[in-house]
């Protein structure tokens, strides 16, 4: 069966209410209940709860409270890089920005302009620029961290659809990143401007950072933006690896750097297991000047 034939059941599917749900069931403390979800939930997924800081599987109060797990320090040492992977996950697809597309998957592109709510003067900041979209299935690690050391700029809520983000729906519906709901983050670094992208997927009960908290919901229809700092508040700037985000249940990232000498990991390609912390990408020289 063709991957677009395998997606067309998520057309119909109540993906909105489903999400609702599954956040609301996932947000609930129900004791034995509870412990009972998760303990089904490692064993299917092969999650390895020995990297956890509590290990303890009874010793969570709710689902969401076991999916956003620390893990013990030291578990994910930085590598000496200028840009380490931000997030546990899989390699989706990277490289080079051909003007203003991004590779989805073989034979479907999608522009920096949609994914980022059609904000023109945003989106040229990175033409012919590079980009890496990297997928978190369920048993990965589901907090972010920051590939290098920015200062947040801006950050824009993209209401959408919320298809499934594995890769057979990523080869099988068009722009799906850009018409899913997610989270833009603009951040400025030594080396100009980048934006880390939180997608959200069905069953993504809501994506939070550490400077705001939930983002979503609440999901409306309209585009919504903060701009940072906020009146009376100190910036927010935040160290290469520390966390900025994590998802109440699965999705993906998209990364997207200007123009400019950048050169990824030559052990990188699609459909790599990734992990936090790896070297992603090298820069051969820095601007001067910036923030």
């Known amino acids: 069966m063709s991957d677009r034939l395998a997606v067309l059941p998520q057309y119909l599917l109540p993906k909105q209410a489903l999400t609702h749900f599954a956040g609301f069931v996932a947000s609930r403390e129900r004791g034995w209940v509870t412990t009972e979800i998760i303990r089904r939930f490692v064993a299917k997924y092969r999650v390895n709860m020995s990297e956890a800081l509590n290990p303890d599987i009874a010793s969570y109060a709710t689902f969401n409270d076991f999916f956003t797990r620390a893990l013990q320090p030291g578990a994910r040492p930085l590598a000496p890089a200028d840009l380490v992977c931000p997030v546990d996950g899989a390699i989706s697809q990277f490289g080079a920005i051909a003007r203003d597309q991004l590779l989805q998957a073989k034979g479907h592109n999608y522009s920096t302009k949609a994914l980022v709510g059609g904000d023109q003067a945003l989106a040229a900041q990175f033409q012919d620029g590079h980009f890496a979209t990297i997928y978190l299935s369920p048993k990965d690690y589901h907090r972010i ?120 990991n030559p052990d990188w390609a699609p459909g790599r297991t990734v992990r936090l912390g790896e070297a992603m990408a090298m820069a051969t020289a820095t601007r001067q000047g910036a923030a």
């Open 145 to 264: 961290h920051m590939p290098c050391e920015g200062r947040l700029t801006r950050m824009i809520h993209v209401p959408g659809d919320l298809f499934s983000v594995n890769p057979a729906t990523a080869r099988g519906v068009p722009g799906l990143f850009a018409r899913n709901e997610r989270v833009v983050c603009v951040f400025e670094s030594a080396r100009g401007p980048f934006v880390l992208v939180l997608v959200g997927a069905t069953i993504v009960g809501s994506m939070a950072t550490v400077w705001h908290g939930v983002v979503n919901p609440p999901r409306g229809k309209a585009v919504r933006e903060w701009h940072y700092p906020a009146s009376g508040q100190p910036e927010v700037v935040l160290k290469q690896g520390q966390e900025m985000g994590r998802f109440l249940l699965g999705s993906t990232v998209v990364l997207l750097f200007p123009k400019g000498p950048l050169r990824f």
